[in-house]
């Protein structure tokens, strides 16, 4: 951030894990891409290819930027941590999905529109205002929680069935 507490602070390397490696306390020790920041930046504005960390498949992808130097005294508590971080999503397959579902609900033949929302396509969109919503208010877990219903349709990293929410079989 652009702020007066940081004036002595520069930041050293990227980090990303997926959700394969993450682990709540920070940057896992075996984050499958590290990249150091040679000199001392203050910003950087760089392209990481991250194909290598996708090719099986969509990940959600968790973007620390580490941080060295010393804050000033008067920096607020909270943000003299030592790394940021930020989840990463690509929407096109969930947006592929969404389209798939979508056609579903409009293939019935009615024309004045007394079909009922289909359920599967209802849940869907609610999961990805969900994921959207968790997202921009840094609720990781839950952002998590919401791109395993959308991307590995109800089930965690290692094929378990995920409990819906909302207490249903969504």
């Known amino acids: ?9 520069y930041i050293t390397s990227i980090i990303i894990d997926t959700e394969d490696t993450v682990c709540e306390s920070g940057p896992s020790s075996n984050a499958p891409l590290r990249q150091k920041i ?3 930046p203050k910003y950087i504005d760089t392209t990481i290819d991250v194909s290598a960390l996708v090719e099986k498949g969509p990940k959600m992808l968790f973007v620390y930027i580490e941080c060295d130097g010393v804050p000033a005294s008067t920096t607020p508590c909270g943000l003299d941590n030592q790394n940021s971080m ?3 999503v690509d929407y096109g397959p969930i947006y592929e ?3 798939k579902l979508a056609q ?7 024309s004045d529109g007394s079909c009922e929302i289909d359920v ?3 849940n869907f969109a609610l999961q990805y205002f969900r994921l959207k919503a968790c997202l921009e208010n840094e609720k990781w877990s839950d952002a998590y929680d919401a791109y395993c219903f ?5 089930n965690d990293k290692n094929g378990q069935t995920l409990k819906a929410p909302c207490s249903c079989n969504g």
């Not at 579903?104 to 009615?110: A, F, L, V």
């Not at 959308?150 to 109800?154: D, S, V």
């Open 1 to 9: 951030m652009s702020l007066s507490y940081y004036d002595n602070v």
């Open 38 to 40: 040679s000199g001392k």
């Open 86 to 88: 930020h989840a990463v």
């Open 97 to 99: 999905t969404a389209l």
């Open 104 to 110: 579903c609900t409009s293939k019935c033949g009615c």
């Open 120 to 122: 599967v396509f209802a």
């Open 150 to 154: 959308l991307m590995k349709r109800g």
